[in-house]
């Protein structure tokens, strides 16, 4: 046969092309610096160059511990041109979280943030796999790392030598767990090769766009977003996650015309929540935006659409292991409220099915399985949980769902989080869409806890708005509130009132029922 069959370039590759065709054209720029294509496309070459020389070969892990920075987007191309795989590790986590990813994936080396080695430093020694002159530390010298700009700077800046195919595995990324353990999810370079061309087509990105990145790179939410922008030939800003200021942001979108963000529903309630002055920044340069992670109120929805004059803007619903599921278009968002939309280009029907596997009807809730490109290819060293994740081809991350009349989805609740009180399904969902859209709310969650006489009761965890108190909003608020809106039996029998930074979330900002759930049936 023929040495080369033709195929689909993965980002690592086709950033190569693209420093040909933009190649004085900025990719990536942060707060201080900016990088051309021909300038980041040399750099990508000598840290892959440089991986290999530390002998690391196709199919070798390289852990990665870092918050957003230019660095990181570096690392994820590198590999691509390499055929090494990338363990992307959530920069929140504590050491022994750290250690399990790191062992379990069988990383070799590792590449840490200056500031977060004392947390590797902790667990160095249960880390067998990783020899010690294979930790390299991104911004300032840390003794017992080599320094990453010291680590690339005189290594060749040529094309890497080695064969990667679309089917290859790029990145195994460990998905936050919002039951048990962590698992690894193998992701192959097609699978998000599928996924920047599905973006381009289905919301209209190109190269002239300019995408904010401020979600947590170690999370498949940028690696699907952000760097369609680079496949394309866009450019990329990115800011680090943990410093969502609004006022900073808004800032930012006016003098870098930032025509696109990813964010989630916590970052809106912040950006709308602004002071005054924050506000007066010029935005209109967003064309478009989209809201993942959660679903959107519908006061949030309005106000979004006011904040951002003729933005267009998207809700998704997808998983690490999915890619995206579903999109909520633009013209559907006061028409369809509350509703994931439905499937993206290229993608397989949607199904909702009963435990046994049967289809339910209109309006009915089952479990949401999908099919597609990007679709992941199993959980690491896991095969009874990939198998179990399946029916038929298709996946389920454990979504509850039902379908309209017009082939809209709707979310009705994670299967974990359905509660049964006195025999009824209660789904959270919809109890803190009625709650949350309060005035004086800032963020609520329902749980079901143990109850002697009903098995289990609906309580509501709220945090109020910045600046209120027990006198503008109580327990008697909440009854109020949800008195005329819904059955008895869906009504908070119990009311929680927590601060703001004690809502546990996932990094992408979800929150945990289940650790809500553990601190309060004590």
Same mark, same amino acid.
């Given at each position: ?311 267009? =803007? +998207? #809700? ?6 999915? %890619?995206? !599921?579903?999109? @909520?278009?633009? $013209?559907?968002? *006061? ?17 909702? =099915? +009963? #435990? ?6 209109? %309006?009915? !809730?089952?479990? @949401?399985?999908? $099919?597609?490109? *990007? ?148």
């Amino acid at each position: 046969g023929r040495e080369t069959v033709a195929h689909w370039m993965n980002l690592g590759q086709h950033f190569k092309v693209n420093a040909k065709k933009f190649g004085e054209k900025l990719a990536l720029k942060d707060h201080s610096r900016r990088f051309t294509y021909a300038q980041a496309n040399r750099r990508v070459n000598r840290l892959a160059n440089r991986l290999m020389h530390l002998g690391l070969a196709k199919g070798d892990k390289v852990a990665v511990f870092m918050d957003n920075c230019i660095e990181i987007v570096e690392l994820y191309l590198a590999v691509a041109k390499t055929g090494i795989i990338i363990v992307p590790i959530n920069f929140r986590l504590v050491s022994s979280e750290v250690a399990y990813i790191a062992e379990n994936s069988d990383a070799k080396a590792f590449i840490v943030h200056d500031e977060f080695t004392s947390t590797v430093d902790a667990i160095k020694a249960d880390l067998k796999n990783i020899a010690a002159d294979k930790y390299i530390v991104v911004g300032q010298a840390v003794e017992g790392y080599r320094p990453y700009e010291t680590f690339i700077e005189n290594a060749a800046d040529g094309e890497p030598e080695a064969e990667v195919a679309p089917a290859d595995t790029w990145i195994l990324i460990y998905t936050s767990g919002t039951t048990g353990k962590p698992k690894g999810v193998v992701r192959s370079h097609e699978s998000h090769i599928a996924f920047y061309l599905i973006n381009a087509a289905d919301f209209g990105f190109n190269e002239h766009d300019v995408c904010l990145n401020v979600m947590p790179i170690c999370h498949i939410n940028a690696t699907f977003f952000t760097f369609t922008f680079i496949y394309l030939g866009g450019s990329a800003y990115i800011h680090p996650a943990r410093s969502f200021k609004p006022e900073e942001i808004l800032e930012i979108v006016e003098r870098e015309k930032i025509t696109f963000i990813s964010l989630i529903p916590t970052h809106y309630n912040l950006i709308l929540n602004a002071s005054k002055k924050a506000k007066k920044h010029d935005v209109s340069s967003i064309r478009k935006l989209i809201c993942s992670s959660a679903p959107v109120r519908k006061s949030m929805k309005l106000a979004i659409m006011d904040f951002f004059p003729g933005v267009e =803007l +998207y #809700e998704g619903y997808g998983s690490t292991e999915a %890619g995206i !599921v579903t999109v @909520l278009k633009p $013209k559907d968002q *006061m028409r369809k409220l509350g509703s994931i939309g439905y499937e993206p280009l290229g993608t397989h029907f949607v199904k909702i =099915l +009963y #435990e046994y596997g049967n289809e339910v009807g209109v %309006g009915e !809730v089952g479990e @949401l399985y999908s $099919k597609g490109p *990007m679709l992941f290819d199993e959980y690491y060293k896991l095969p009874e949980k990939t198998a179990a994740s399946f029916q038929g081809g298709w996946f389920s991350a454990g979504d509850m769902a039902t379908r309209d009349e017009d082939g809209f989805y709707q979310i009705v609740d994670r299967k974990d989080n359905m509660i049964i009180t006195g025999g009824e399904n209660v789904y959270p969902s919809e109890i803190e869409e009625v709650i949350g859209s309060h005035e004086c709310v800032f963020d609520c969650a329902i749980v079901g806890l143990p109850d002697d006489k009903w098995g289990e009761k609906v309580a509501a965890v709220v945090v109020r708005k910045p600046g209120l108190d027990e006198s503008q909003i109580n327990e008697d608020t909440i009854r109020q509130c949800c008195q005329s809106q819904m059955a008895g039996f869906k009504r908070p029998k119990e009311i929680i009132f927590i601060d703001k930074e004690d809502m546990p979330r996932t990094p992408t900002g979800k929150i945990l029922h289940r650790k809500l759930r553990e601190k309060f049936r004590k």
